[in-house]
């Protein structure tokens, strides 16, 4: 099944800011909840600017930024994800793109081209930002943050359809997620997608992926973290999704990733 017209069937998707920021001295939370109806086709799903740094236009950094955002389209295609650092000091720019598992070499590379140009649209002199799109992220940063866990950008979305059994429901999506867990982390790309039984006819299908900076331990960590906020946004809910800097996870009664 084609992820865009099972995404087309939900009528709007609820997406919550939990947490912003890529400045590492400070987390602060927004107390703003957003409302977004969600767009078809290549729409961002979100994305931060940093709020601490800037670099002048046209100046060593940008320079250094936009090779290394044409490096990012040619290494992560072929295997869903790329790092590179380009410069030195204050001027190097450290970044990363990641592709869901099971997005296409074809459909990686448009997502990865587009996400370049929308990030820096969005955010034209940060030195460091994210955005996320059904199909890939791709993170910058003056700061070096590879392989470590990143919690201070996250976002939370869910489906606005209640179930109607929800104790139920809820244990059996922190069984398959924690499930999924088990396996992503032992796996070479940091990804696993399953689908478990939900009473007699109908299915509850999981995904969850890490970056592949971050070591297997860590990932597991910031997979357990992601699935123990669920019942914060997403308690009840037909489906939802805990989105964190080097990790995702997320659930559907319907089958939102090709096999
Ligand atoms: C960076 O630029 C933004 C937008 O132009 C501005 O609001 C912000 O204050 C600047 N930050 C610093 C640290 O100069
Ligand atoms: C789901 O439940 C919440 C909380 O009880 C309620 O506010 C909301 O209207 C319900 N949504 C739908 C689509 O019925």
Not at 45 to 73: A, I, Q, R, V, W
Not at 243 to 259: D, L, W
Request: charge should be positive.
């Amino acid at each position: 099944m084609n992820i865009h017209k099972n995404r087309n069937s939900i009528s709007s998707v609820k997406v919550i800011i939990m947490s912003s920021s890529l400045s590492t001295s400070s987390l602060f939370l927004l107390s703003c909840i957003l409302l977004v109806q969600m767009a078809m086709g290549v729409n961002p799903l979100f994305h931060f600017c940093s709020s601490s740094n800037n670099f002048t236009s046209n100046g060593p950094y940008e320079t250094n930024l936009n090779k290394l955002m044409g490096d990012l389209y040619f290494k992560t295609p072929p295997t869903g994800f790329g790092l590179g650092s380009i410069g030195q000091y204050q001027t190097r720019a450290s970044g990363l793109a990641l592709c869901r598992g099971d997005v296409s070499s074809t459909d990686c590379k448009s997502c990865v081209v587009e996400a370049s140009g929308e990030i820096r649209r969005r955010c034209p002199s940060n030195k460091a930002a994210i955005i996320w799109y059904d199909n890939c992220l791709l993170k910058y940063s003056d700061m070096d943050f590879f392989g470590k866990i990143d919690e201070q950008n996250k976002f939370h979305m869910y489906n606005l359809r209640n179930v109607s059994n929800p104790e139920y429901f809820n244990t059996e999506v922190k069984k398959l997620l924690s499930e999924l867990s088990e396996k992503a982390y032992v796996s070479p790309k940091l990804y696993a997608t399953g689908d478990s039984k939900l009473g007699e006819s109908k299915k509850l299908y999981g995904l969850v992926q890490c970056t592949r900076d971050l070591s297997s331990v860590d990932c597991k960590k910031c997979v357990d973290g992601a699935i123990s906020e669920l019942p914060i946004c997403c308690d009840g809910k037909e489906g939802g999704r805990v989105v964190v800097g080097s990790c995702n996870v997320g659930y559907e009664i319907y089958p939102f990733v090709n096999a």
